[in-house]
């Protein structure tokens, strides 16, 4: 125990990181040992995600012998793989054979064959066992999320018996918040707090505890369904079953709290049409990759909006003000295209949007799309008047091409992420680019196109 | 306890929500208890957050009397107040005083004066008080996010003497997940988690099963960083003290698990330029009132760009090409920087960017935006040498101003965050407009700018 609480400042504060570069550089590794020792796991592997690659490299080489393997867990994954290869067998064997199966799962589950085969070579036979268990499950499912070590008791049993039989077991696990009770074949019928054990006495059935709604979760579900269940009813420990509804393992709230950080990251990126595997400390070539597919896409759709214009040729030639003004019909349906869209996919990952209310959701963009319309509309209309030869029509060319465009723009940021997740797609996939194309393309059509009808 | 676990179907599904509808609309209220009982409170809450305002007040006045306070503390904010309003007063007393004080607290805050007035004086006066101490801490503060029921003891009892203190006591929090250990003048100074408790002898010390890493927070330091911490160090409990360093209360990982859920919503409503207080539940005048603003903002800042390719009138009069061409530019520059810009974005938020490392990832980005521009570069240049005209020149000219646009629209897009972090803003902050903004500006001045020297 500490006798200081430590402060909670965030991260480990720029003068250790500093430090400990210094001390790398000395190739002083008395010092690098006393300054990471009274760290925390995830400081460490912090410090590791900032500095350089061959700094990297050197503080591993100077501390290999101190790295244990909370940090190898809590590291990030791009550099992961690096970190492991760099270390000496019987180091790496040391590191992973005091995690929890879940933690030595989740590392195992991003490496490359040969990396995978050192763990798994490291572990003793019955760890190798239930490592290689929880891997039969399919990637992102619960089964791969969850600890096989539980605590579980016969219904029948009372919080003397409970206490007396923990009190004897030689190993229990780091984390656990419920003893889960099971029937005679295992199957999970409820779970007693540790708070309501300790607080009983000891003639008390732990049947008469147990806590009024349980959930048990299928080892085959999505992690994303795991993350839902714990935000939506507050669970701090979830138990997981086979198919024959056995007890298998268990999954604690701090997993459910990475699968929801990992889900919204996902998000935002995928929104964004950068690669969900997309890390700060990914090298350029990497980055370079992961952005280029989506920027691809982009071209194309640009060029379509291109051809568009192109239609109008003559019409741009006649009156060149069009072409300034044009990109403010476009612009102004890609930021409201991306409001909706935005409110959309946080409403769809959230499951708050739902068959129930979609209709009336969607109603509703499109009428806010025409109030706001409207406004810009009349504004904007304004604007082109006052500024650009005092011509009306040109002014109601540009109001109705924009209320056409911010009606389009609030449809389909809504559509779009409905149509994706009907289609069993994530709703997030890059949908800024779809939109975008869509409120450029319609933009671009509506304001040209109205022009060539009323101006020329 | 319940004898058949409940399957972990995610949200309530859909039979069940047009079940209530049709009870509502027949005006059948022991239908409606039927259906609304077995759920969770969570659940409930998300069918009053479905179903049309009309319904939720027909179904609050068939239902009533049922409402219990989770249900209240579950509800969305856009709702909470008009069901709140919707309460006769004893009912409201009994559904606000078997919250936690955290609970009560939550949903004052949200609340307008009247209605939390109301609330107030439903409370006794011992939980009025301890409510109104939580609210005197700043907004957004550790100390409004923490409960106040805490277990705590001091460092020198044993397992059995606090086995005995914990059957003796009459009343416990509904949850807590370690006993904190204080020293005579009340200072946290270590805890012990309960699995450990319950597992040690009678005779064994508290402070010789204390958890070795142990951190404590300021009432006053925001909620951000308690959802940072507790992820960062995988926490379930975290002791609150006040100025003197004296324990007042305690957070659980269920709050900072919301606290993160927010921030991310947060986060992604802000980048995209809408209200971050917006809800699905909100009504379309509300919504227009949000999204209106930053609509307003990108009018301004389109005209800028429209501006800026007014200058260049003359030269599209000779090329009217140029015209179809210059979108191009600018979506691949505003494309580019919102992907640069949401990796930034999310990796401030998980505090991964930081001062040790914000020259090498600005540094990675340009060289990033450099290379794309330059695969682009030659792919549109190419493009446009083949269908608009053959003019080699052209190419050079858009193949250019790619490179420009993509390697500026990399840069700003990191940039622009962190500046906005280093003022002490929100680095989500809109800065989807502003990086949309400068794409669109340089893209079209670099690719006018640059034909009217090279082509006329």
Same mark, same amino acid.
């Given at each position: 125990?500490?006798?200081?609480?430590?402060?909670?400042?965030?991260?480990?504060?720029?003068?250790?990181?500093?430090?400990?570069?210094?001390?790398?550089?000395?190739?002083?590794?008395?010092?690098?040992?006393?300054?990471?020792?009274?760290?925390?796991?995830?400081?460490?592997?912090?410090?590791?995600?900032? %500095?350089?690659?061959?700094?990297?490299?050197?503080?591993?080489?100077?501390?290999?012998?101190?790295?244990?393997?909370?940090?190898?867990?809590?590291?990030?994954?791009? %550099?992961?793989?690096?970190?492991?290869?760099?270390?000496?067998?019987?180091?790496?064997?040391?590191a992973?054979?005091?995690?929890?199966?879940?933690?030595?799962?989740?590392?195992?589950?991003?490496?490359?064959?040969?990396?995978?085969?050192? %763990?798994?070579?490291?572990?003793?036979?019955?760890?190798?066992?239930?490592?290689?268990?929880?891997l039969?499950?399919?990637?992102y499912s619960?089964?791969?999320?969850?600890?096989?070590?539980?605590?579980?008791?016969?219904?029948?049993?009372?919080?003397?018996?409970? %206490?007396?039989?923990?009190?004897?077991?030689?190993?229990?696990?780091?984390?656990?918040?419920?003893?889960?009770?099971?029937?005679?074949?295992m199957?999970?019928?409820?779970?007693?707090?540790?708070?309501?054990?300790?607080?009983?006495?000891?003639?008390?059935?732990?049947?008469?505890?147990?806590?009024?709604?349980f959930r048990?979760?299928?080892?085959?579900?999505?992690?994303?369904?795991?993350?839902?269940? /714990?935000?939506?009813?507050?669970?701090?420990?979830?138990?997981?079953?086979?198919?024959a509804?056995?007890?298998?393992?268990?999954?604690?709230?701090?997993?459910?709290?990475?699968?929801?950080?990992?889900?919204?990251?996902?998000?935002?990126?995928?929104?964004?049409?950068?690669?969900?595997?997309?890390?700060?400390?990914?090298?350029?070539?990497?980055?370079v990759?992961?952005? /280029?597919?989506?920027?691809?896409?982009?071209?194309?759709?640009?060029?379509?909006?291109?051809?568009?214009?192109?239609?109008?040729?003559?019409?741009?030639?006649?009156?060149?003000?069009?072409?300034?003004?044009?990109?403010?019909?476009?612009?102004?349906?890609?930021?409201?295209?991306?409001?909706?869209?935005?409110?959309?996919?946080?409403?769809?990952?959230?499951?708050?949007?739902?068959?129930?209310?979609?209709?009336?959701?969607?109603?509703?963009?499109?009428?806010?799309?025409?109030?706001?319309?409207?406004?810009?509309?009349?504004?904007?209309?304004?604007?082109?008047?006052?500024?650009?030869?005092?011509?009306?029509?040109?002014?109601?060319?540009?109001?109705?091409?924009?209320?056409?465009?911010? $009606?389009?723009?609030?449809?389909?940021?809504?559509?779009?992420?409905?149509?994706?997740?009907?289609?069993?797609?994530?709703?997030?996939?890059?949908?800024?680019?779809?939109?975008?194309?869509?409120?450029? $393309?319609?933009?671009?059509?509506?304001?040209?196109?109205?022009?060539?009808?009323?101006?020329?």
């Amino acid at each position: 125990m500490t006798d200081d609480p430590e402060s909670p400042r965030p991260a480990p504060p720029q003068e250790v990181v500093d430090a400990v570069r210094e001390a790398v550089e000395a190739g002083d590794s008395a010092r690098l040992v006393d300054l990471l020792e009274p760290l925390h796991a995830a400081d460490v592997a912090d410090i590791l995600e900032q %500095i350089r690659a061959g700094e990297r490299a050197a503080l591993l080489r100077l501390w290999g012998r101190e790295i244990d393997g909370d940090i190898l867990s809590e590291i990030d994954e791009s %550099i992961r793989e690096e970190v492991i290869e760099s270390l000496a067998p019987d180091v790496l064997a040391d590191a992973v054979r005091e995690l929890d199966s879940d933690d030595v799962v989740d590392i195992l589950e991003d490496l490359e064959e040969p990396a995978q085969a050192r %763990i798994l070579g490291a572990l003793d036979r019955e760890d190798r066992a239930a490592v290689e268990q929880s891997l039969s499950y399919p990637e992102y499912s619960a089964g791969r999320l969850m600890q096989r070590e539980v605590v579980s008791a016969p219904l029948h049993w009372t919080v003397g018996e409970t %206490i007396d039989f923990l009190r004897s077991e030689e190993w229990l696990p780091d984390q656990f918040y419920h003893v889960i009770l099971v029937d005679p074949r295992m199957k999970p019928i409820g779970y007693v707090t540790l708070g309501r054990i300790l607080s009983a006495r000891r003639d008390v059935r732990l049947s008469d505890l147990a806590e009024e709604s349980f959930r048990v979760i299928a080892a085959t579900e999505a992690e994303a369904d795991v993350a839902y269940i /714990f935000t939506q009813y507050h669970l701090i420990s979830l138990p997981v079953t086979d198919q024959a509804g056995r007890l298998v393992g268990v999954i604690t709230i701090d997993d459910a709290m990475s699968v929801l950080d990992e889900e919204h990251e996902e998000d935002m990126l995928r929104m964004a049409g950068v690669g969900e595997e997309s890390s700060l400390s990914d090298g350029v070539w990497d980055t370079v990759r992961q952005r /280029f597919p989506w920027l691809a896409v982009n071209l194309v759709t640009a060029n379509i909006s291109a051809l568009v214009i192109g239609m109008f040729e003559n019409t741009i030639a006649v009156i060149v003000a069009l072409a300034a003004l044009m990109p403010i019909v476009a612009s102004m349906g890609g930021n409201a295209g991306t409001q909706s869209l935005t409110v959309a996919v946080r409403a769809l990952a959230t499951r708050d949007l739902t068959a129930s209310n979609a209709k009336r959701v969607v109603w509703r963009e499109l009428v806010v799309g025409l109030l706001n319309g409207v406004g810009f509309a009349v504004v904007m209309g304004l604007v082109a008047w006052a500024f650009y030869g005092r011509d009306v029509w040109l002014g109601a060319v540009i109001g109705a091409a924009i209320v056409v465009n911010l $009606v389009v723009a609030a449809l389909s940021g809504v559509l779009i992420p409905l149509v994706l997740h009907r289609l069993k797609l994530d709703p997030a996939l890059a949908s800024g680019t779809f939109v975008m194309t869509l409120t450029d $393309v319609v933009g671009f059509f509506a304001f040209l196109g109205l022009a060539t009808m009323v101006l020329l």
